[in-house]
Structure formats: structure tokens, C-alpha cells
């Protein structure tokens, strides 16, 4: 199997980041891309709901809980630490790009999502795996600055990104 490529989507919150997700994924299924996405909070998740059957199971003292139904499955478990990356993409089936929404410090490549409006610095000077700027604003920058509301340019230039790295 080849190893899939990893694209994270960096900025600030509120900046856009699953917005422009939404946007792009539907763009790349066209293309045959097939992406699976791993998005980190940093809020508490709430995975389940008290009372429902799944829930109680996992009160119980089970390990892991799996939620089966006709159009999906949910595994739902306890962790005494949140894995590492590459415990994270084995947990996925193997598919052409995976993109990471957060979890800006890892070391992947990343386009960074960045909008003039709320103020925050620019997180492209001090990470050097963010090969693009996808902002709000023009800027003058080292790596390619993408007009955010242009989504054909961004899904382009991770089209184009993933053909040169395979």
C-alpha cells in the first residue's frame, strides 16, 4: 500500500477552517480524490448521550462501545492519552489524502487558513511546513497566498500537491 498523504488545515478559531472543509471535500470527490478528515478539539467531546444503551455500556466498565447502524458505525472508548498521529491514520481505511483539521503543531504539511479580521498573527512565519496561505486579504508572503473565497484555486492546489508527491 502507499503511504496516503496528510494536508492539515492550520488557523486560528473562527478563521474558516471547516468552512473552506466543507467546501473543498466536495470538489476533491469529483476529482476521485478519496479523503477522510481527523478533526481535533480542544473542547471536551461529548460522544454519547446518558441513558441511551451505548452510554451505559460504557459506564459499565466496557473498554470500547461500537454503535452499529444501516448507514454507519460510531466506536466509542476511553483513552488515558490522545494518540499520536500515526495511531490516529491506522485507525482509518487507507484513502488518497487525509486532512487534519487542527492540530496545527504537528509536523505536515499544512495551508493555512488565516482571515485579517480577527486580529491574530499569522501562524506561516514561525511553521515552516505551511506550503500556502488560503486568506481573506492579500498578502505578500513566501509561499503561494490563495484567495479564499476562490475554492476552485485552493482544490486545485492541493490537487496539483498531491500528484507531485506521490
Given at each position: 500500500m502507499t503511504k496516503q498523504?496528510?494536508?492539515?488545515?492550520?488557523?486560528?478559531?473562527?478563521?474558516?477552517?471547516?468552512?473552506?472543509?466543507?467546501?473543498?471535500?466536495?470538489?476533491?470527490?469529483?476529482?476521485?480524490?478519496?479523503?477522510?478528515?481527523?478533526?481535533?478539539?480542544?473542547h471536551p467531546l461529548v460522544f454519547d448521550t446518558p441513558g441511551k444503551d451505548s452510554y451505559r455500556h460504557r459506564a459499565?466498565?466496557?473498554?470500547?462501545?461500537?454503535?452499529?447502524?444501516?448507514?454507519g458505525l460510531a466506536v466509542y472508548e476511553n483513552l488515558a492519552t490522545p494518540p499520536d498521529l500515526q495511531a490516529q491514520l491506522a485507525r482509518l481505511q487507507p484513502v488518497d489524502l487525509v486532512?487534519?483539521?487542527g492540530q496545527k503543531w504537528l509536523p505536515v504539511p499544512k495551508?493555512?487558513?488565516?482571515?485579517?479580521?480577527?486580529g491574530k498573527p499569522l501562524l506561516q512565519p514561525d511553521d515552516p511546513n505551511i506550503m500556502a496561505v488560503a486568506s481573506d486579504v492579500a498578502l505578500e508572503l513566501p509561499v503561494p497566498c490563495l484567495p479564499l473565497?476562490?475554492?476552485?484555486?485552493?482544490?486545485?492546489?492541493?490537487?496539483?500537491?498531491?500528484?507531485?508527491?506521490k
Amino acid at each position: 500500500m502507499t503511504k496516503q498523504a496528510v494536508l492539515g488545515l492550520a488557523g486560528w478559531s473562527g478563521s474558516g477552517k471547516t468552512t473552506l472543509l466543507e467546501q473543498l471535500l466536495p470538489r476533491w470527490h469529483q476529482a476521485g480524490v478519496q479523503v477522510s478528515v481527523i478533526k481535533h478539539s480542544h473542547h471536551p467531546l461529548v460522544f454519547d448521550t446518558p441513558g441511551k444503551d451505548s452510554y451505559r455500556h460504557r459506564a459499565a466498565g466496557a473498554a470500547q462501545v461500537m454503535l452499529l447502524g444501516e448507514q454507519g458505525l460510531a466506536v466509542y472508548e476511553n483513552l488515558a492519552t490522545p494518540p499520536d498521529l500515526q495511531a490516529q491514520l491506522a485507525r482509518l481505511q487507507p484513502v488518497d489524502l487525509v486532512v487534519l483539521e487542527g492540530q496545527k503543531w504537528l509536523p505536515v504539511p499544512k495551508i493555512e487558513v488565516y482571515r485579517a479580521a480577527l486580529g491574530k498573527p499569522l501562524l506561516q512565519p514561525d511553521d515552516p511546513n505551511i506550503m500556502a496561505v488560503a486568506s481573506d486579504v492579500a498578502l505578500e508572503l513566501p509561499v503561494p497566498c490563495l484567495p479564499l473565497n476562490h475554492i476552485e484555486a485552493i482544490a486545485n492546489f492541493v490537487l496539483c500537491w498531491l500528484k507531485e508527491s506521490k
